[in-house]
Every structure is written in structure tokens, then in C-alpha cells.
């Protein structure tokens, strides 16, 4: 290696120091870049990047150290502008520095353990010169007085603060310092505003006006959820604008805590009641929502059973109301219901507190909820003897199996209604006909629940299926029709096969296709529509979805149907009044020569069709 001329590396040094000043006051170089990378290659070369380095350092020391105490000397108002370009400068500085000792980077540091790059090093050199000193502390303190001044609906500046976050990000000292500091503001300023809100929190009925005896700065809590919605959304926007991304689940965790969990009995006890009475869902939800996320359901679950147990008795205990009685509790039953739908996302355990709340107050008072019900049916029957349709029937039998569920006293029900009722009309035979179809859609409805839980953990159907078991001796006897069901309906009818002998070894089933029912969805040029169908109906419709024509001997084939129940299936799809299915020749008709084809003009102002099957005339 060629000998260095005498003061070569005093001068070399002294060249690079001169640099690293002009750059610091943001005036040119004295030399050339590339001249001062020679000199600070030639100076590695010969083993003096330790020289290099500590120089490199006592520079960036020197100015970060004067440079931040003056911003500290000036009043608060400034602190934050001057550091926020400060930082700007320093790293704008530190990027040209790095470029001129380029090659102390890439050999000395390399080779040098525990030597920081001049990056990371020059990033450490103003962290230490915060950390030394009261400016870290007060950046901590300015900066949160902005946030707390955005809380407040004042305006911050935004873009400052963000760069300021984003500096004490890479400096490493957001976690370890600015974090904890920002937890605590946030729980201290959400504690107060939680205290004053929540002090004068009033229940106001839905229309949200105000009593005279109101305070003007009281809250209903309907408006107080919404608010602490709010609060959740812009803490949520701020920490996306400029604080850092790990800020949001402490932030929101504590507003939860603060503004919700710590008063929940207090939300609950002022206004539950309230809220369920004016059937307010929306306020309900928002109530559910932001409980279940501070764990308070079982609190949720209390109220809702109180609420449920204190409206039926008022029902259940005034001998006055007897004579609407049933009628009344499947109302409240279908309200209550609504509620866990749309508010309470049917949640397991408040449906149970439902069920048992609901059964509790239906048997205080003893023996009369069963008699009364047997005598709502027996009165329904009467007056609908002449006229009722079989979907009315079926309508009726569903309600009253809703109630019957929660009645204790079921044999006192069969009792009074073998005893004083059906009897008088219909005779012994057929009352023991209806309480064993009653007992059929209870048993049915409990394993039409499970066998959907079954699908839904298995996910091995591509249909929903449900299936209705009735019992021979207590139904019409209908004669099987042939009929060669679709191959999804096919195979979810096998899986309710093994699933029932599953459970009853021994029993068989007789398929009844023609009782059955359909939902299907189908596009339209319009756009999609749900049919409800016979499964006549359904069968033959979706021959269609793979074919646009098909002719009458070829449905037939397909199908199985034949003679009048191919004819009028095909008349109420195609002949009907919603004609989901074209034919030629026109006609009211259908003979066994038609040709028929899908029919995708096909319009209606309903999202849901029923398409009723064709009665023909004798």
C-alpha cells in the first residue's frame, strides 16, 4: 500500500468535518462529493475509519444538540413547528452525509461489531439528545394537547403531528415513551367525559323529545351510544392519519372501557326497558354491539330476562285480558323474537334467557295459560271450519305449537281439550287426531333444528333441507306420486335418512313430495327472484336451467309425473298468472304436444312469487 503524505489524514478529516458543517447550514460542499469520497476511501483503506466515525458523530452531536436546545428555549406555541423542521432538515442532512461516507458504510461498519450504521447512528444521536433533556417530555406533552384539542372538535395540525409520530417511531421512542403517555391521557380524558355524560343521562322516549324537567346538556342513551360510536370512529381515523397503527386496539380499548364498560348498569337500568318497549332496533343493536365487546352479555342477559318476565306477567296475571290472551303473547312472542333477529344477532345465550324468561311467566299462573289455549284452538277451528285453506291450518298449527313449548301443563291442556272442546264437534277420534299432529309439528320443529345444525357443521349439502315427520295414524292418508326429484334434493333426503334411523332405529319413512314445498332462485332479465313452489313445481322448473326447451313427453320423462299432475303442474307454471315457463301453442290448455321454454321476460314487482298449483275442475 502507498505511504500517506504527511498530514493526510489531518487534512482528510479536516475536509470531511468542513463537509458535514456545510451541510448542516445548508451550503455547498467546500470540495467536490467526489473528492470527499476519495478522501474518505483513501482514510478507510489505511484503517482510520474509527477517525472517521467519531468525527461523523461529535458533528451530528454538536448540531442536534444546539439546534434542539434552542426549539427548547421557545415558547410552547412554537415547540412543535420548529422541531417538525427540524426533523425535516436533519434527515434531509443526514441522507447527503450517508451518500459521502457511502464507503465508511460498506466496510468499516460492516466489519466492525456493534458500530451502527451512519443512519441508524445518526437517528441515536438525536434520541439520546431528547432523552438527555426535557424536550422529550414536552413533545410528549404538546403533542398530546393537540390530540386532546382534535378531541375536543377544535382543528390540530395534522400534517406536524404526523411527522412528529412518524419521528418518534424511528427514533424508537413512540412504544417506550409516547404510548403510555398517550394510554393514560386517553382513559383520563374519556373518564371525565364519561362522568359528565353519563351523570345526566336521561331516558327519552323514541321521538327524543325532551321532557320540560330535561336538562338541556342531558343525554338520552340511545343519543350516548351513538356518540360513543362516533368516539370509536374518529379514534379509529386517528390513528390511521398519524398515529401510529399500533395505537388502535389500546385506544379503543379503553374508550370501551370507559365510556361503556364502567357504566353498563347504569346504560341498562336507565333505558332497556325503554328501548324494547318502543321496539327502538337500531338502539338495541348498537346497546348489544358495544356490551358484548366489553364482556358485559350476562348483564344484557339479565335485564333482557327481567324485561320479558315483567311485560308477560302484566299479560299472563289480569284475569281482564283472558279472552286475547293467547293472541297477545304470540304477538309479544314475535316482537321478542324480532328483537334477538335484528338487535341481538340471535346470540345463543340471550335466546336461551328468552325461552326460559318466556316460560317462567306463562306458567305463574297455573293451569289457566293451558285451557286457554286449548280454547284459542278450539275457536279457531270453529270459526274456520268452513273456510279454512290448508296453509290456514298450517299457519295456526305453527303459532300455537310456539306457545305450546313453553306451557308446563300439557297434560291438563290434553286434559280440557279432550274434556270440554274439540270433542263437542269432532268427536273423540279426531281430538286425539289433533293432539297427536300437535305432538308431530313439536317433535318436528325440534329435529328439523338440529338436523340444520348438523348441515351447518358439516357443509356437505348445497341445499337448506327441512323435514316435517308425521305420524300415519294422526294425518290424511295421500297416495305416493311418482316423482324423480332432482339429485341435490336426492341427496340431502339421504342425509335426513341417516341422520333420523341415527336417532330412531327400527322406523321408516314414506317420502310425500307432493306436501313438500320449494325456494328457488332464479334470474330473470330483470334480475333474481325467489319462487316459492311446490316440489312439483321446483322439479320441473329446473329441467330449465339446463335446457331453454323442452316438450311435454320430454318433462314427462324427466319427471316422472304423468297425466293430471304433469298437466296442472304445467298449467300453473305456464298458464297461470305468474307465467314463469312460455308454451306453444298459446293456449289455457296444455296438451301433450305443447313445447314449452323458459321464460326470461318474465317480470314482477315482487322480490318473492308464489306461484299456487292449478285446482282442476272436475
Known sequence: MTPLPANYKTDALARLKSAI??????????????????DCEGLCLHKFGSDIYAMAKAELEAYASQRLGEIGRQPDASVLGLTTQFWADYTQ????????????????????ANVASLWSMGLSVVRQCLVDTDMKSKLVRLILGEVAKERDGKSADQASLQSLIQMLVDLGLYSQFFMPSLIDATREYYSRESRRLVGSLVAIQPAEEPRPDTPASAMSVPQYLAHVKLRIDEETQRATRYLSANSKAPL?????????????ERLLMTSFDTMADAFMLADLANLYSLLTSVGKIESLKRYWATYIKKVGILLVQVPELDVSLVSELLTLKQRLDDIMKSAFQSNNILAHALRDSFESFVNTRRNKPAQLTAKFID?????????????????????????????????LF????????????????YTKRLEGM????????????????????????GIDFHATILTQAF????????????????????QFIQFYNEKHNGRKLFWQ???????????????????????????????????????????????GLEGIELIRTLQSLACGKFRVLTKEPKGRDVEVTDVFRFNAAFKSSYARVKIGQILLKE
Open 252 to 264: 379503543l380499548n379503553v374508550i370501551m372501557t370507559q365510556l361503556i364498560e364502567k357504566h353498563a
Open 414 to 429: 290434553e286434559a280440557y281439550y279432550k274434556r270440554d272442546l274439540l270433542r263437542i264437534e269432532y268427536g273423540l277420534g
Open 21 to 38: 458543517q456545510a451541510i448542516q447550514q445548508s451550503q455547498p460542499t467546500p470540495q467536490g462529493l467526489e473528492e470527499l469520497y476519495r
Open 93 to 112: 442532512q443526514l441522507d447527503m452525509i450517508k451518500c459521502v461516507f457511502l464507503y465508511l458504510d460498506r466496510t468499516y461498519v460492516l466489519q466492525s
Open 475 to 494: 294425518w290424511p292418508t295421500y297416495e305416493p306420486l311418482p316423482l324423480v326429484i332432482p339429485r341435490e334434493v336426492e341427496l340431502a333426503q339421504e
Open 513 to 559: 313430495p307432493n306436501l313438500g314445498t320449494c325456494l328457488l332462485k332464479v334470474a330473470f332479465d330483470e334480475g333474481v327472484k325467489e319462487l316459492s313452489l311446490t316440489i312439483m313445481q321446483g322439479t320441473v322448473l329446473l329441467l330449465f336451467s339446463e335446457r331453454d326447451e323442452l316438450s311435454y313427453e320430454q318433462i314427462q320423462e324427466n319427471t
Open 379 to 411: 275457536q279457531c277451528m270453529r270459526s274456520g271450519n268452513k273456510s279454512a285453506t290448508d296453509e290456514d291450518i298450517d299457519s295456526l298449527l305453527d303459532r300455537v305449537v310456539v306457545l305450546f313449548r313453553f306451557i308446563n301443563d300439557k297434560d
Open 438 to 461: 300437535l305432538r308431530d309439528m313439536d317433535v318436528s320443529s325440534g329435529l328439523d333444528g338440529k338436523f340444520t345444525n348438523l348441515q351447518q357443521a358439516q357443509e356437505t349439502c
